[in-house]
């Protein structure tokens, strides 16, 4: 004899992670760290220039330090994105 459906146990699907949700998200958040890095750049590079404009240096070493150091949250890859963002805003090194 089968069990009756009423005493059957539901697929347990709740828990099952949404693959094409969590995608979706993805995408959401890929668009806006990609909006944040871009217009992180643009801030950079006016800050830069205003800066040399008026007889300052490319870099400022002491803030590119705090800014490493604020990177280093997201663990060992934090530094490399730090390196990545100052070099979108000021350009390479050492030129
Ligand atoms: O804060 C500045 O003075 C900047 O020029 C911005 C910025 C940055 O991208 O965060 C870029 C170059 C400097 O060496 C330090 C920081």
Redo the contacts with the bound molecule.
């Keep these: 004899m089968s069990t009756p459906v009423s005493e059957q146990p539901t697929p347990d699907t709740t828990d099952a992670p949404d693959i094409p949700a969590l995608r979706q998200e993805i995408d959401q958040l890929d668009a806006e760290i990609i909006r944040l890095v871009r217009r ?1 750049a643009e801030v ?1 590079g006016i ?2 220039k205003v ?1 040399m404009a008026n007889g300052g240096t ?4 002491n ?2 330090i705090d ?1 490493l150091a604020r990177y280093r949250e997201l663990g060992p890859e934090g530094k490399d994105i730090a390196l990545i ?2 070099r979108m ?2 350009g390479p090194l050492g030129r």
Excluded at 58 to 61: D, F, Q
Aim: no cysteine.
């Design positions: 992180r950079s800050v830069g800066r490319k870099i400022v070493h803030r590119e800014i963002l100052l805003g000021r």
